[in-house]
């Protein structure tokens, strides 16, 4: 049975907020933020709490944007996706080593875990944004 871990996918502009690992078996790999949930929590609360207790910032959870399943070493893992918006704060990394807003496009040039390179896969082949349209004259929301 694989361990639900939940991971947010932060949209801003048309980039998404990577973290790369400090430590533990990923260290040093880039990955969406997130955590595992706690008991009795749901997956959007423990977003928003793992984002607050790893990033100090507040985010708004949307919809699932993708789930996958992944075999490390470790264990088995299911990485559930979900998109967000930041609200609030300021990005402080308390578990992460560095931090990058990254265009959709250029997701594929970070060593992301294996578990979010469907998910990066996705979003880069869908031009996934946060709605913003980009006309020819630079556009705007």
């Given amino acids: 049975m694989p361990l639900p871990v939940i991971a947010a996918i932060i949209r801003q502009d048309n980039q998404v907020l990577l973290c790369q690992r400090k430590e533990g078996a990923l260290a040093g790999k880039w990955e969406f ?3 595992k949930i706690e008991n009795g929590e749901t997956p959007e609360e423990c977003l928003v709490r793992e984002i607050q207790e790893e990033l100090a910032i507040d985010i708004e959870v949307e919809n699932i944007y993708q789930a996958v399943h992944t075999h490390y070493d470790h264990g088995d893992f299911l990485v559930i996706g979900y998109l967000a918006k ?37 979003l880069k082949e869908e031009g996934y944004s946060s709605g913003t349209s980009m006309g020819a004259d630079g556009g705007s929301n």
């Fill in 33 to 35: 933020p997130g955590g």
């Fill in 86 to 122: 930041q609200t609030g704060g300021e990005i402080s990394l308390r578990v992460h080593s560095d931090y990058a807003w990254v265009e959709v496009g250029r997701l594929d040039q970070y060593d992301l875990a294996d578990a979010n390179i469907p998910i990066a896969q996705s």
